[in-house]
């Protein structure tokens, strides 16, 4: 247990900088943006680590500004700016109202996201891998489920 304990603080810092990443990023025209209402989200994230036994479910809030989301790649720059840069996103897919795309952190984690928006809720899930310290890559799959609660 103690050599996963660094990747186990590498996958928990991961999941941090993805609970600003929830929304996902992506480049597109103004038109085209997730289907998602500014305010305040209540967001309930369940992590999933094979091996290993499991862990409460931990509920955050986070604020979505108008500004964030007028479209794909001001809300993009916007969570990139929260998290200072340490995950690039990539093949970013948005169709209907799923968004699906990449991820690679400066941390060495790196995975998949696919979320769907309904306005008011979105739920999604995110399936990240990074380096082991001797024992081979871990894994580690996130479930979210969220709403909007209020205004900011």
């Given at each position: 247990m103690r050599q996963a304990a660094p990747a186990l603080k590498t996958l928990l810092c991961a999941s941090a900088i993805l609970g600003g990443v929830l929304?996902?990023?992506r480049a597109a025209s103004a038109a085209d943006h997730p289907n998602i209402q500014p305010g305040n989200w209540e967001?309930?994230?369940a992590m999933e680590m094979p091996g290993m036994?499991?862990?409460p479910a931990m509920t955050m809030t986070h604020c979505i500004k108008p500004d964030q989301i007028k479209d794909s790649?001001?809300?993009a720059d916007s969570m990139q700016e929260k998290n200072r840069g340490k995950c690039k996103v990539?093949?970013?897919k948005l169709e209907s109202d799923k968004l699906s795309y990449s991820f690679a952190c400066e941390s060495g984690a790196a995975g998949t996201a696919e979320l769907v928006f309904g306005?008011?809720?979105?739920?999604?899930?995110?399936?990240?891998?990074?380096?082991g310290r001797?024992?081979?890559?871990?894994?580690?799959?996130?479930h979210y489920k969220a709403k909007r609660v209020g205004d900011c």
């Open positions: 929304a996902g990023s967001i309930t994230i036994p499991a862990r790649q001001s809300f990539s093949d970013v306005g008011t809720t979105y739920e999604g899930t995110n399936k990240i891998t990074v380096t001797g024992n081979g890559p871990m894994t580690m799959t996130q």
